[in-house]
């Protein structure tokens, strides 16, 4: 309560309260919103919340204008009252990209409260929104004035919800750490049932799977590179989460995405059996699905058509040459997808 | 037709033949249409054109979202096809949004076709759209790839959107060059009529206004400074430009604003009968007003709050002390606000 470190923010000139407006997440609220409303009473802040009931169909451009509306009602001045967002990915995208179109940018402070936001939403300085059907089509580059992680708030998560989270983890390990695999294998199941509330596993977790994003994003943040291995597991993802909608969490279509690119590279001989079957095993392990309904060939040829839009002309796909190592790739065919799809569709 | 330089671009990786998306306003669309069409036949180019009709009441992101989803139509590489804004400031701004917000920010260019377009919306790295009845209050800094200059486009505008224009001339002139500000005395009347065509002065005050901007703007373009010399003359006009619509343009509610700040450095004696009486004056020759009816002091007050919130807090109103150089305030009063009104009033 003492910690006046969320209250981040210079002195405004005119006024003499501070005031801040905060988003949260309906369910944060519901679990958390008389303690953080008692937070901002006993440091005798002017506030307005605004609590937003979120999900990948109402991640959109309507709902940006109405938080900017309230924004507006509210006002806010351009540099010393930064908008205070706590929640999952997909308040925080919103958030921060009514922070970037509000007066051209105001300050903005990113508290994740989900496994996947701490671990991805709240790295790097990507916001956006959803839009004609494309994840994240509408957005911008936008680093927040500060990110407070506190693993405290997985605890009140289902179990769906942390291995949505353990996803992103995955294609940090698979890409490019093979000791933060050798935990999550040693540990997959322990890591679901405590929640990561562990005080020595989980911390090491979340430390290599921040690191791991943090060491790929920071030389690259305005993504001038396109080869990027963050974006292993996100090459076919966008467009089968989008299409089975709302059935698949981003992580599980991540999942997807992570066992097909893993498929791909056995099928090249790129890995072994072993490290094949070790990647696909530890899928399952961690509660996350190897394909889904919607993985058709068409669809899968669509997803890398926009992608290779996406990534300027080639299909930069990142696959895993090993556990913890991976190289690009612009030559995969529309055959060999199908060939993955049907091997995936066996094994489950 | 043989200028290659507004296919300005990089090459794209997969792709045979050039592609370009060209936002461009109706009206220069209906004058220079055929031959902008001809330009890019005669290059091979794949292109698209979507035609405007732009106003402030269109300039809104409900436009923006019209223009990105005929650019998701078309399809777009992020890197390689800049796209083609051409047109005046409504339009410059409205593409500047979509190609920030597509891919999070796909490269463009500027091609003005107005006067007050060229020596400012294409200068700096502002982009945005109306909200909520507030004056460009959603949007980012966005710079473009490139901005191509041609006069020539002035020669089919009519003679109120010369003055438009010469309002964001006679800005920098009144708050930091005397020497435009002398061109502007001995030409006013003569640019209206020759449209800026002449050889000689047009070119010399362009550059001097341009130049203006941008020594103002280079140092500062994410305006971490929020002491700006080029906020003259936008301290009233952007709530007198949204509440007088469609009445106002932009440059006559900028000439209203340039004219009330004089007279309000003129009754703190800041400056001298006869400065007043030359800035008063040329506001005349230039056919731009002085005064309209919503100024009333209560909107003018509410226009120097919601000036304060976008400048964090304090007015910083830059006040003329001569002609050619002002300073910033932070205490001016509604009752001085209301004398100079009226005396603005009297005046008509």
Known sequence: LENRQILLGSQTHAKSSLRRFIMIDERVDEIYGDSIRGYFRHHAVEYHILTLSTSEQKKNMDTVLQCTEELETFGISRRCEPIIAIGGGVLLDIAGLVSNLCHRGVPYIRIPTTLLSLVDASIGAKVGVNFS?????????YPPLATF???????????????????????????????????????GSSLIQDKLQDMHVSPLIIQHAIQGMLDELAPNLWEHELERYVDFGHSFSPVIEMRALPELL????????????TVLAYQRTLISTSDLNRVLHLIKTLELPLIHSVCTPDLLHEALQDTILHRDGLQRLPLPTAIGSARFFNDVTVQEITIAIDALKRLI
Do not use: C, P
Request: net charge positive; hydrophobic share 45%; no cysteine.
């Open 133 to 141: 059907g494309h994840k994240n089509r509408l957005g911008t580059y």
């Open 149 to 187: 992680l506190d693993k405290s708030f997985l605890r009140t998560l289902d179990s769906r919800q942390i291995s949505n989270g353990l996803a992103e983890i995955l294609k940090i390990a698979v890409a490019k750490d093979k000791k933060l695999f050798a935990l999550l294998e040693e540990n």
């Open 250 to 261: 981003h992580g599980e279509a991540v999942a997807i995405d992570l066992a097909l690119s």
